[in-house]
């Protein structure tokens, strides 16, 4: 008995391409829900020579269902990358649909499922799996815990092993304490796992593919590539994610003081300026969703 396409799709791309777990899962999930949106899209079962008769308006009706259940541009366009690799590997055709574009305007914070798809898609696009779960640690630390990319690249092996919070080292080797999620501690454990070099006290965290200190620029660079393929904003740079960092816990009711002390800034007004910005995010709720607005 053959095994259905989507469970085949996913051990092909953990045994021949050599994608991460994470990666593995999200394909695997979007895989699953194209063969059954087709399923009830056409009253019959799909194989493979079933999905061959896939048209663009198939494809944009499927896209078109996701984004009604709330999905964002970034993670449409997600969703289109992994239909495209899934469409490859069972052998079809891609039909031609242009993925979803962003308007640009004022910066505005990333909303946090952008913020994930931008760091699975840096991820997915590295050239080694251990390089991947790197980055997407490294993005994972901006955004989930308000680091500096510099901060990020300062950490050493003597963070290890995590707890529930670590110790930073930020502008004017002033020391602070930040908290760390499971999802940001489970990010770093699974590339400390993964990478190819030793983890010691007094050696950098973050590796190069040659052993060296991760340079920032190599991060900076991921991340332009993978925001371009997601149609995001070219304000979407690594230090984005730590003023959506910002703005998100400010949204949800923390106080100037102590978001001074998670950013780690030396006065209060460098904090101020957030409250700008979740101003200017709260009218783009109250525009969006007011009748009368």
Not at 60 to 79: H, I, V, Y
């Amino acid at each position: 008995m053959s095994i259905p396409l989507p469970l085949a799709f996913a051990q092909h791309l953990a045994r021949d391409r050599r994608r991460s777990v994470h990666t593995v899962r999200a394909y695997e999930a979007t895989a699953v829900r194209l063969v059954a949106f087709l399923q009830s899209h056409w009253g019959e079962a799909i194989d493979a020579a079933a999905l061959g008769r896939i048209s663009t308006a198939d494809l944009r009706a499927f896209l078109a269902m996701r984004r009604g259940e709330g999905l964002t541009n970034a993670s449409t366009a997600r969703e289109l990358s992994a239909v495209r690799a899934f469409l490859d590997f069972a052998g079809v055709a891609e039909p031609r649909i242009k993925g979803p574009r962003v308007k640009k305007g004022v910066p505005r914070p990333i909303a946090p499922d952008e913020a994930v798809a931008l760091a699975e898609e840096v991820e997915e696009d590295a050239s080694e799996p251990w390089i991947g779960a790197r980055d997407f640690a490294v993005l994972m630390l901006l955004y989930g815990a308000g680091l500096r990319i510099g901060e990020a690249m300062g950490l050493t092996g003597a963070v290890l092993p995590l707890g529930d919070t670590l110790v930073v080292t930020g502008k004017r080797a002033k020391t602070r304490m930040v908290p760390l999620l499971p999802q940001v501690r489970d990010a770093i454990t699974a590339y400390v796992a993964a990478c190819p070099y030793a983890t010691a006290r007094g050696l950098p965290l973050f590796r190069g593919a040659k052993g060296g200190a991760l340079s920032p620029g190599m991060i900076r660079v991921a991340v332009r590539k993978a925001r371009v393929r997601l149609g995001l904003s070219d304000r979407t740079t690594p230090h984005a994610l730590r003023h959506s960092f910002a703005t998100h816990l400010l949204g949800r009711g923390a106080d100037l003081r102590s978001l001074q002390e998670l950013l780690g800034h030396a006065s209060l007004s460098s904090t101020q300026v957030y409250t700008a910005v979740d101003a200017a995010h709260l009218m783009d709720v109250y525009r969006n969703a007011h009748p009368r607005a």
